[in-house]
């Protein structure tokens, strides 16, 4: 019995070690805090890639993009762009239009409907109060649409 009883207070010292390492704060072991001034951290950055090409030769403009040191959510207001780390939303502009939108997710930027031809499209990289912290303009070009055969015999 004496085995089994060391057996269990071992066990018992393991169970309380684990619970006193798991309690302890990043802080406690030496890592920064999750959560530091905005002012300590790296600006953030836009990057936008060229629209898909199977969709583009559809009429379907689909842009992908990526932001570093800014997560895309659908927050706004001069309170929000106080919070760290960053959160803020994009601003999409086609072909210099009046008609500017907000993208608020990390999803694919998607446009449907542009004529044939060379279009410019204007991302911006904005914080909750719209302030705009980064750009890229790029350039897409729809080509002309074929018929369908459905429509050519029809």
């Known amino acids: 019995m004496?085995?089994?009883f060391r057996h269990l207070a071992v066990a018992a010292a393991a169970a309380v070690?684990?619970?006193?390492?798991?309690?302890?704060?990043?802080?406690?072991i030496g890592r920064p805090a999750a959560v530091i001034p905005l002012e300590s951290e790296p600006p953030?950055?836009?990057?936008?890639y060229p629209p898909l090409a199977e969709?583009?030769?559809?009429?379907?403009?689909i842009v992908q993009h990526r932001t570093e040191n800014l997560r895309?959510?659908?927050v706004f207001g001069k309170s929000a762009a106080e919070v760290s780390p960053r959160v803020g939303h994009l601003h999409v502009t086609v072909d210099d239009r009046p008609g500017t939108w907000a993208h608020t997710s990390g999803?694919?930027?998607?446009v449907v409907g542009l004529?044939?031809?060379?279009?410019?499209m204007l991302i911006e990289l904005a914080d909750p109060s719209h302030k705009i912290?980064?750009?890229e303009t790029i350039a897409v070009t729809v080509p002309e649409q074929k018929a369908s055969k459905s429509h050519e015999h029809g």
């Open 133 to 135: 912290l980064a750009s």
């Open 72 to 74: 895309i959510i659908p």
């Open 115 to 120: 004529k044939p031809g060379v279009h410019k």
């Open 2 to 4: 004496p085995s089994a």
């Open 55 to 61: 969709p583009l030769a559809r009429g379907v403009v």
């Open 107 to 110: 999803d694919p930027i998607i």
């Open 44 to 48: 953030p950055k836009l990057v936008v």
């Open 17 to 28: 070690f684990c619970v006193a390492a798991w309690a302890q704060t990043a802080t406690d």
